[in-house]
């Protein structure tokens, strides 16, 4: 699977069972992250497009961010190809 980070132009791959602050982190993409368990929301992003699952049961976004497309990538895994806007990445290559 491939991720897409807008507006940067990066994009990584996204192995089955890899979340995307993991995928990303790997790739060396550096996205906005602290916990990493899904409370902190400092990862906190907008899914373009493309489909996520989440690794827990309910990630710290509300129905109306969920609904408007926010995510949380570092326990959210792709279903497939997504593309994140994460204005603040950046490639550490």
């Known amino acids: 699977m491939k991720a897409e980070i807008q507006p940067g132009g ?5 192995d089955a069972g890899q979340t995307l602050l993991q995928a990303a982190d790997a790739a060396g993409i ?4 602290s916990c990493r368990n899904g409370t902190c929301r400092t990862c906190l992003c907008r899914l373009v497009s493309g489909e996520i699952r ?3 049961e309910w990630p710290g976004v509300s129905v109306d961010e969920k609904a408007e497309g926010w995510i949380l990538p570092c326990v959210a895994e792709p ?3 997504v593309v ?3 204005p ?3 490639s550490v290559f």
Do not use: K, Q, T
């Not at 550096?30 to 992250?33: A, G, N, V, Y």
């Open 10 to 14: 990066f994009s990584f791959d996204c």
């Open 30 to 33: 550096e996205l906005p992250s």
């Open 54 to 56: 989440y690794r827990i």
């Open 79 to 81: 279903v497939g190809n």
């Open 84 to 86: 994140l806007d994460v």
């Open 88 to 90: 603040y990445a950046f």
